[in-house]
C-alpha cells in the first residue's frame, strides 16, 4: 500500500527526480515493466502489443514515475479488457513524447468521463459490478501525471475501447 500511496501527491513530498537517458536505457526501463505487465496479459488470454516506432535519442524522464504510470495505466487497461488486446506505442514530438495505451476493452460511457481519474469512483458499482477494485488505479495514475508535471487524456467508446495518451 505504501508503494500505491508514493504516487498520490498528497502523500508525496518531493518532486520526481528526473535523470537523462538515452534510447537505449530508455528501452531498457520499459521492458523492464512490459515483462510484468505482458505476464498479467497473458494469464487473462490477451496480447499486450509494444508497437516500436521512432524512438527518442534522448529523454530527461522520472524513471520512478514512469515506472508506476506504466503499471496502473496499463495494469488498468489490462484488468478491463475481457478479450482482444492492449497496445503500447511512444509518439516522438519535437520538445516531448507521448506515451500512448489504447485498448479493445469494455470502454468508458460519455457520461462517466469527467469523474474517470476521481478516486473510489468506479462507472459499475453496487451489486452489478463487474470487477472488482478500489476505484483507486486512475486516480493514482492521475496523480503521477501529475507529480511528472504532464498530462492525461482519454478518447474511448463504451464497448469498444478506450485510447490513453500521456
Known amino acids: 500500500m505504501l508503494d ?10 518531493q518532486r520526481p527526480a528526473y535523470v537523462s537517458l538515452g534510447s537505449e536505457r530508455l528501452k531498457e526501463v520499459c521492458f523492464q515493466e512490459i515483462v510484468q505487465l505482458q505476464t498479467a496479459a497473458q494469464k487473462k488470454g490477451l496480447k499486450l502489443k509494444v508497437r516500436r516506432q521512432d524512438q527518442p535519442r534522448y529523454a530527461h524522464i522520472d524513471v520512478y514515475g514512469l515506472n508506476r504510470l506504466m503499471h496502473n495505466l496499463v495494469g488498468n487497461t489490462i484488468k478491463f479488457t475481457a478479450e482482444g488486446s492492449v497496445e503500447i506505442w511512444l509518439e516522438v514530438k519535437p520538445d516531448s513524447i507521448d506515451m500512448h495505451v489504447s485498448d479493445t476493452g469494455i470502454g468508458i460511457d460519455a457520461e462517466f468521463l469527467p469523474k474517470l481519474f476521481n478516486a473510489f469512483i468506479q462507472e459499475s458499482d453496487g451489486l452489478s459490478r463487474s470487477h ?11 496523480g503521477i501525471v501529475g507529480l511528472m508535471d504532464t498530462s492525461i487524456r482519454v478518447e474511448s467508446t463504451k464497448g469498444k475501447g478506450s485510447h490513453f495518451i500521456v
Open 4 to 13: 500505491l500511496c508514493a504516487g498520490c501527491p498528497s502523500t508525496a513530498s
Open 132 to 142: 472488482e477494485g478500489t476505484g483507486l488505479g486512475l486516480a493514482i495514475t492521475s
